[in-house]
């Protein structure tokens, strides 16, 4: 069980059986000052960069997802945001298995205070936007770019849609500046 969310069980039954795809996982992430690598473990380590040490690219690439959004927050309750394009839903839970995810993952363990990932699908078009853009992002129950099937780690809230709007300013809830966009 990790440290930094509530893990839904019956949401991930529900990706293990499903071969269809793709999905698209938003990770919304918030860390810790320092990363807490246990009592006997590396010390003066920061949270953001643990998480970076974690970023299990190689193993995404094996299975065929890659990062398709990644973004810093510029306002907003989180730290950093990324989305994951996975291949299929059950490649997502399949890779929480392989050792060298597992390896990898002791990381993201030490530097994440708490994240929620959801599950989404594409209702439309996919986002435009650029690296550099600034962009909102908004959770919410209406209709949006992205339908929210479920978290598979949460802190309880529930949202039926996201999307991802460019914007002119820092004005908003959860405002973004764009690092990788290729969605």
């Keep these: ?6 893990i839904d ?11 269809d795809g793709p999905i698209y996982m938003l990770n919304l992430m918030a860390y810790r000052a320092e990363a807490d690598y246990g009592p006997d473990g590396e010390k003066g380590v920061a949270g953001r960069e643990a998480d970076d040490r974690y970023a299990p690219l190689d193993v995404l690439a094996e299975i065929g997802a890659h990062v398709c959004f990644l973004a810093e927050v510029e306002s907003g309750e989180w730290d950093r945001v990324a989305v994951v394009r996975y291949p299929t839903r059950k490649s997502f839970v399949d890779m929480q298995s392989r050792p060298d995810f597992q390896k990898q993952h002791v990381h993201k363990e030490a530097g994440m205070e708490r994240t929620i990932i959801l599950g989404t699908v594409p209702t439309g078009e996919l986002p435009k936007v650029s690296a550099g853009d600034l962009v909102r992002l908004d959770l919410s129950d209406s209709p949006g770019q992205f339908a929210v099937e479920g978290a598979i780690v949460g802190d309880g809230r529930t949202w039926a849609s996201v999307s991802y709007t460019p914007v002119d300013d820092v004005a908003g809830d959860i405002v973004l500046r764009t690092v990788v966009s290729r969605w």
């Design 9 to 19: 069980h019956d949401y991930a039954l529900r990706l293990a059986g499903s071969e």
């Design 1 to 6: 069980m990790p440290r930094y969310g509530t």
